[in-house]
């Protein structure tokens, strides 16, 4: 029977912005509305809510909605939410249960095709997800979520496992054909590839082996799917610089022309505590002059048509005084 007793013991109104509706008889709705929001929390999660006899039937989904039949994603049964929830976005304060921020990712309306305490099979009818899917439990307040239709992008790229980093070539003079080059600050810092799959990023260092990863970088990205290349400086404390963009959301990008992708990072708004999107620039002779101001080491030339091949002369260091 839905109800709504433990979310009210978890929350106090005068302390959080979530709606706390008084204890009374339960609305009606339609039993079709559903809503996904994306919850900053202590960990990076959505949550998936069902209209159902008065309240939102609530998963946690430390992976979000799968959007291929090949993968489940776990879905954690929380407890049931007044339909008021499914137009609350804001911050939870911290300290509150759930505290962080919570954002609408998607909303519409769904239809039920079977609803049993073993299994929840429907349609849904969103902006951003729609198709079959079914959820069932498997332990306890685990539970599994699996799409029933085609894969939404049949034809996605798969994510790259081990991207093997550009070294730019070393000269001392800019390139003759300044307008066909970006220019950035080369930063001297430990080249880092980043792999961010909705949830804490995987980084490996030039070597090829496992690094840290810039704390809270992966969950920055949020429902983005990506491959990234930087470097770790010490440019305003200890700060993950982002200068290429090599893999987003079931497409690869190494065959794109660096400007393009340089285009796609910039829309993403990567900025943060310890991470930044780097400056480029279409001035070399400037660019120099400022990083010698800096005392950066070098500035860096890379061809705005070329796209990410390791081994070729479409990037190029040029240090200071050089």
Do not use: C
């Not at 976005?89 to 769904?110: C, F, K, L, N, S």
């Amino acid at each position: 029977m839905a109800e709504l007793g433990t979310y009210r013991s978890k929350r106090d109104a005068r302390r959080t912005p979530e709606p706390v509706p008084a204890e009374g008889p339960l609305p009606e709705g339609n039993d079709d509305t559903f809503v996904i929001q994306e919850h900053h929390a202590r960990r990076l999660h959505w949550d998936f809510r069902l209209e159902r006899d008065g309240v939102l039937v609530s998963w946690a989904l430390p992976k979000g909605v799968p959007d291929d039949p090949k993968v489940n994603h776990l879905a954690v049964h929380t407890e049931d939410h007044p339909l008021e929830y499914a137009s609350f976005a804001g911050e939870i304060p911290q300290g509150e249960y759930g505290g962080g921020q919570v954002m609408i990712w998607d909303r519409g309306t769904y239809e039920t095709e079977k609803w049993t305490e073993r299994e929840v099979k429907i349609v849904l009818h969103g902006g951003r997800v729609s198709g079959r899917y079914v959820l069932f439990p498997t332990n306890g307040k685990n539970w599994m979520i699996h799409r029933l239709d085609p894969p939404v992008s049949p034809d996605a790229d798969p994510m790259p496992e081990d991207v093997r980093p550009i070294v730019p070539e070393k000269r001392t003079r800019l390139p003759r054909r300044h307008d066909e080059y970006g220019y950035e600050f080369a930063w001297g810092g430990r080249r880092l590839i980043a792999y961010g799959e909705r949830g804490p990023a995987r980084v490996v260092a030039a070597d090829g082996r496992p690094a840290k990863a810039p704390r809270g970088l992966g969950e920055a990205l949020g429902s983005h799917r990506a491959v990234l290349d930087g470097e770790l400086t010490d440019a305003g404390g200890e700060t993950y610089m982002i200068y290429d963009l090599l893999y987003l959301d079931g497409r690869s990008l190494l065959d794109e022309p660096y400007e393009r992708r340089r285009e796609l990072l910039g829309e993403l708004g990567l900025s943060g505590p310890h991470w930044e999107t780097a400056p480029w620039f279409d001035d070399g002779e400037a660019v120099r002059e400022a990083a010698r101001e800096q005392r950066l080491p070098g500035i860096v030339a890379k061809r705005l048509d070329a796209p990410y091949r390791p081994g070729k002369a479409d990037w190029r260091l040029i240090p200071i005084g050089g």
